[in-house]
């Protein structure tokens, strides 16, 4: 099957089972453009049909309400969009980490394309790092993202990766995820994005305080079979009376994976905790969680579903110790 990951480029430990090309760290912006495949632009062309039948040549008209958008490079299709639809170049999602990298310490760890162009992404760390009880390490990234196709708007967040088994977590305040969208009918303000963000250290420090609180919440194993019932299913009756074979499934393994299965569920921070709850849902979706391919499995953890689920679990633990 061909990988819908088009191309990427990382530094540090090889991600998503060998794909990608590995870079040495600071390497500047033009490097990573030309390795995660970003170093070509968006085209655009207004749409036309002809009103023939197919055994003769028609007439050629335009369709002036919609255009078409396309690659500069392979000249490969892209979408057909609306004249509103603004549009957010390979190279402008790199170049907001600029100043970020060269004078507030970020470093760009993950960048790529997906589905032909139609996505691309970039993941930097900032540098600061939490570990809860001292010995479960956290680290602060920031995720600049977009589509030309209209499956995502420019969408800046705030993430959290867990050291110990790389997964993934966005941050979020109140229940409510800190990332900036932004429509394709609005220009992309990179500035103004970052002054929405408000990227500091009291935002990270106030949502590891939420997370430390989880790994103190000790949880019963009645409670956190009930817990993994409602956040996979909706429900709170048995498994067995009301669940489809695939939530079992489901069930069945995050369960696994929070009682010793998973990666780092043996700490002190996440053995019958709150905190063990969140990653064992973080985990499943992340690395585990059934996908036409990794690459699928990678664009659901970030931007569909499987985000959905994520932050789904993470305010659900929070309920707990509130």
Not at 185 to 213: C, E, H, N, P, Y
Not at 274 to 300: P, Q
């Amino acid at each position: 099957m061909a990988h819908e990951l088009e191309t990427m480029a990382y530094v540090g430990d090889t991600p998503w089972h060998g794909l990608g090309n590995r870079l040495s760290p600071a390497q500047p912006l033009e490097v990573w453009r030309r390795e995660a495949g970003l170093d070509w632009r968006i085209q655009e062309a207004p749409v036309r049909y002809v009103d023939g039948e197919e055994e003769r040549l028609g007439t050629i008209h335009a369709f002036p309400e919609q255009k078409v958008l396309y690659r500069s490079d392979t000249r490969a299709p892209l979408s057909v969009v609306s004249q509103r639809y603004r549009v957010v170049q390979p190279e402008e999602i790199l170049e907001f980490y600029r100043d970020l990298t060269e004078h507030a310490g970020y470093e760009l760890e993950t960048a790529g394309v997906l589905k032909g162009g139609r996505k691309f992404w970039a993941l930097a760390r900032s540098g600061l790092t939490t570990s809860l009880k001292g010995v479960d390490a956290i680290g602060d990234y920031l995720l600049l993202a977009t589509s030309c196709d209209g499956s995502l708007a420019t969408v800046a967040t705030p993430t959290t990766v867990r050291v110990v088994c790389n997964n993934t977590l966005s941050i979020a305040v109140d229940g409510a995820s800190q990332s900036v969208k932004v429509p394709h009918s609005t220009r992309f303000d990179a500035r103004q994005v970052k002054r929405q963000l408000g990227i500091s250290v009291s935002r990270w420090d106030d949502f590891m305080v939420r997370l430390k609180t989880l790994a103190e919440r000790r949880v019963t194993q009645r409670e956190a079979e009930g817990w993994f019932q409602s956040v996979l299913c909706d429900i709170s009756t048995p498994i067995s009376d009301t669940a489809t074979l695939s939530n079992r499934r489901a069930l069945e393994r995050v369960t696994a994976l929070y009682n010793g299965k998973g990666r780092g569920s043996e700490l002190c921070t996440a053995r019958n905790t709150a905190w063990g709850l969140v990653n064992a849902v973080t985990e499943y979706v992340d690395h585990e969680k059934r996908a036409r391919s990794n690459d699928y499995r990678m664009d659901s953890a970030w931007f569909g579903q499987g985000a959905q689920l994520k932050q789904k679990a993470l305010n659900a633990a929070l309920e707990l110790v509130t």
